[in-house]
């Protein structure tokens, strides 16, 4: 960006400096922002400024450069990070009591005065110590220098986000199943016909297929500690009871319908790559959540000599 200092035409003009971003991490110029200050503020810094930014050479933007810290750094490139230095994920709990990740910007090493003012609009708070899914743990109150207003009280230490988050994915499936098979209870729509009973019946095969990935995981010793086959399995005879209500003498041959468009292409996909497309063919399940063994071909062949599974 060539112009980085103007005078607005407002009714009362506003004297400006664009400001970059840095990012400390591959040494890229990010965008900035336009910086309002007094006209004398704006004089003196004016000059500097341009001659700072003002050439596209200077702000020349590459992503994969080298990390730089900032003791390194030039004048303008400490300037633009401590300004605006990208986006980077905080783990935080929200007001309900769910866990996630929000997405904040940093000015240094810190969260941003925007990011704050909006963390503490929602009631978002962050996590203060976090596990990730390689054992380590991340002290995010020392890493993003978050205030004590915004640090969330948690019964644990160490909290494990990414285990919280995938527990509640599973259970908006589990939801979401519902609210579709109470429309389709309430609606008065053919059930043929019904958008809801074909949803509510795509995530039952969605469940389905999260059992039979599971076991094939522990089957090839690559069970990880996200797997729950017995509560998944406990939550896929609960859909199903639901939904046999819901459906009644139809459930079976629409559930079977299903089943069968999601089992052609991934018996496609696997046939076609020689079994190393990570694909599930699906047996037919009971209303315990288990289900017949599945076929030496209708799982991905890491599985070592494929052994039917149970």
């Known amino acids: 960006m060539s112009k980085v200092s103007r005078i607005t035409k407002h009714k009362k003009p ?10 400390d991490r591959n040494s890229c110029w990010l965008e900035g922002t336009w910086i309002t200050l007094d006209k004398a503020e704006w004089l003196r810094r004016k000059v500097e400024h341009e001659r700072m930014y003002g050439k596209p050479d200077n702000t020349l933007q590459h992503h994969n450069g080298p990390p730089i810290p900032p003791e390194k750094m030039t004048k303008a490139q400490r300037q633009a990070w401590e300004h605006f230095a990208g986006c980077d994920d905080l783990y935080v709990a929200y007001p309900d009591g769910r866990t996630g990740i929000a997405s904040v910007d940093l000015s240094g090493r810190s969260i941003s005065g925007k990011s704050l003012k909006w963390l503490r609009k929602t009631g978002i708070k962050a996590l203060p110590k976090c596990q990730m899914g390689d054992g380590e743990v991340i002290d995010q109150i020392a890493r993003f220098s978050v205030p004590p207003d915004l640090v969330a009280e948690v019964s644990e230490q160490v909290a494990d986000p990414w285990m919280d988050i995938v527990k509640q994915n599973k259970q908006n499936l589990v939801d979401t199943f519902k609210a579709c098979a109470e429309e ?22 969605m469940q389905e297929e999260t059992v039979v990935q599971e076991e094939w995981n522990a089957l090839i010793g690559r069970k990880d500690r996200f797997d729950d086959p017995e509560g998944d399995r406990k939550a896929y005879a609960e859909m199903r009871k639901i939904a046999k209500e819901v459906f009644g003498d139809r459930f079976g041959p629409m559930l079977a319908e299903q089943r069968a468009e999601h089992n052609e292409c991934a018996r496609l996909n696997l046939d076609s790559s020689s079994g190393s497309a990570f694909c599930f063919v699906l047996p037919e399940f009971h209303d315990d959540g288990t289900h017949e063994p599945w076929g030496p071909k209708d799982v991905p062949c890491h599985a070592g000599e494929n052994d039917d599974g149970e």
């Open 184 to 205: 389709v209870r309430t609606n008065g729509i053919p059930i043929e016909r019904s958008f809801p009973a074909s949803m509510a019946l795509e995530y039952m095969v």
């Open 14 to 23: 506003l004297h400006q400096l664009y400001q970059p971003g840095f990012n």
